[in-house]
C-alpha cells in the first residue's frame, strides 16, 4: 500500500514563504512524475507546477519565478518553495505522483494568505 504525507501548510502573511513536502512511503519500485496541485474554495483543482523523474520542471504562469518545485529521489519525496505568498494563493494543496504505473494523491494540505 502506498501512501502519501504532506506536511508544510498553514498561516503566512502576504509576502511571505512557506515549504510544502511530501513523502511516498510503501512498496515502491519507481516514481515517474512528481507534481503540486491546489484547489481554492469554489474553483477546480488546477496543476502547480511538476518535475519529470529526470529534473525537467513545469509551472503555472501565476506561480513562475516565485514557487520552486523540486524532488530528492532517494527519499521519495518532492517539496514546493514558495515565495512571495499572494491572498491568491489560498488554496489546499495536493501532492501528486505517478508511481509504478498508478496515480496517487496526497491528503492535502491548507495553505492561507492573509494579514
Known amino acids: 500500500q502506498v501512501q502519501l504525507v504532506e506536511s508544510g501548510g498553514g498561516l503566512v502573511q502576504p509576502g511571505g514563504s512557506l515549504r510544502l513536502s511530501c513523502a511516498a512511503s510503501g512498496s515502491i519500485f519507481s516514481i515517474y512524475d512528481m507534481g503540486w496541485y491546489r484547489q481554492a474554495p469554489g474553483k477546480q483543482r488546477e496543476l502547480v507546477a511538476s518535475?519529470?523523474?529526470?529534473?525537467?520542471?513545469n509551472y503555472v504562469d501565476d506561480v513562475k519565478g516565485r514557487f520552486t518545485i523540486s524532488r530528492d529521489n532517494a527519499k521519495n519525496t518532492v517539496y514546493l518553495q514558495m515565495n512571495s505568498l499572494k491572498s491568491e494563493d489560498t488554496a489546499v494543496y495536493y501532492c501528486?505522483?505517478?508511481?509504478?504505473?498508478?496515480?496517487?494523491w496526497g491528503q492535502g494540505t491548507q495553505v492561507t494568505v492573509s494579514s
Open positions: 501528486n505522483m505517478f508511481i509504478d504505473a498508478l496515480n496517487y
Open positions: 518535475i519529470t523523474r529526470g529534473g525537467t520542471t
